[in-house]
């Protein structure tokens, strides 16, 4: 059997003051291209189908389209809601569009119900698990307290009693340990959100949504897809893919990547004013449209740097300088900005800075469990 997997569509996203609508109209007709090359029997869509909750009249339209298109190939279709979404939303009209062989994962009560498909080799079951937290596993385990990320995992787990003798594929939306982020991704608390990867024992593939870039946790079938585009200039080297997934007899998975073209690259250049405006080294670097980031090193700033710039660079979204000025006043661009790192990183640091020592292990875990608290309260 041969899925699609797909995640972090994050439709409706806007960067700066540019709307992505267009380029994710582009890169999803690119994907239909990819899917009738593969002729694949599913395409499973692991959360994150838009980028907010109350998703823009054209987002919505643009995935109406895209399932729309999928149905039509006669394909099994299977989407989960991810940290972005509404589950509501992604679970409106379920019932009715299951028949037609799109299967939208329902709000988390307290059940996962596979979706089972055969084969040559028997039947493969699909278990749709949306983004969850503790607390929404708490609810039908009221005798669980205090669960972390993993242990809810393995309590909704548990409840599936898969048949490991048999072929599973779980789809979900979780941040897996290990797995390198990017800029664009939510970051928790204290690194709260953290599932270990061992509760997916049971799982001949796990097609996971949340992290950015493609990339495999532990296991070649634990597998992040990534964005089918980039959404921050972290991401600027990466090379985006569809990943394609065949299962054979029990045991046997082949997983590998189909990239990704863009109608827009995104990328960062460097250099001087003088060095960036000279045509030899942007006609040897990049397109007009990209969206474009410009690391300046001169020492003075350039007086209205950004218009002259675009005049080049029509799709420029950000001019930083790395210069002394900005290293001095500990600015350097590639650095950690405060925003960027954790309250409990950023707890820690100044805890040092004013006690000249760490935290000991035991006031790192009663700050580790108080953010906990506080985070699950606000959400």
């Known amino acids: 059997m041969k899925l699609i997997h797909l995640s972090d569509l994050h439709l409706g996203k806007r960067l700066k003051e540019y709307s992505l609508l267009e380029d994710q109209a582009y890169i999803l007709k690119r994907i239909l291209q990819i899917i009738d090359d593969e002729a694949p029997d599913g395409v499973m869509i692991a959360g994150d189908v838009y980028d907010k909750s109350s998703p823009s009249a054209e987002a919505v339209s643009l995935f109406d389209d895209f399932l729309s298109r999928l149905a039509k190939r006669r394909l099994k279709v299977f989407v989960i809601s991810g940290n972005h979404d509404s589950p509501e939303r992604i679970a409106f009209g379920g019932r009715i569009m ?16 596979p979706i089972t498909l055969h084969d040559d080799y ?35 787990i548990d409840d599936m009693q898969v048949n490991a003798a048999e072929r599973n594929v779980l789809i979900t939306h979780q941040f897996v340990t290990g797995a390198a982020r990017s800029e664009s991704e939510e970051i928790s608390v204290g690194g709260s959100d953290n599932v270990d990867a061992s509760v997916f024992a049971p799982f001949d593939y796990v097609a996971l949504g949340h992290i950015h870039s493609p990339q495999s946790c532990g296991s070649p079938t634990i597998r992040y897809c990534g964005t089918p585009l980039k959404y921050s200039f972290s991401e600027a080297k990466d090379k985006k ?19 990704l073209l863009p109608k827009r690259d995104m990328v960062e250049l460097k250099g001087s004013f003088a060095q960036v405006t000279d045509k030899s080294f942007y006609e040897n670097t990049t397109l007009p449209e990209d969206y474009t980031r410009i690391i300046l090193t001169d020492e003075t700033d350039i007086p209205d740097a950004f218009a002259k710039l675009r ?3 029509r799709c420029l979204m950000s001019l930083d300088y790395d210069n002394t000025r900005t290293r001095t006043n500990a600015v350097i661009l590639g650095g950690t900005a405060a925003d960027e790192k954790s309250p409990f990183t950023l707890f820690g640091e100044l805890f040092e800075l004013q006690n000249n020592r760490p935290m000991t292990g035991e006031q790192a875990a009663f700050l580790q469990k108080m953010i906990e608290s506080i985070w699950e309260d606000a959400q």
């Open 98 to 113: 299951g028949e037609q062989g799109v299967y939208l994962s329902p709000v988390y009560d307290g059940e996962i119900r």
């Open 122 to 156: 028997g039947p493969v079951h699909l278990y749709l698990l949306p983004f969850i937290k503790p607390q929404h596993v708490r609810r039908f385990h009221e005798d669980r307290e205090n669960m972390s990320y993993t242990e809810a995992l393995q309590c909704v």
């Open 241 to 259: 893919s569809v990943t394609v997934v065949e299962l054979r007899q029990k045991g046997e998975v082949e997983v590998r990547a189909v990239e």
């Open 311 to 313: 005049q080049i660079y």
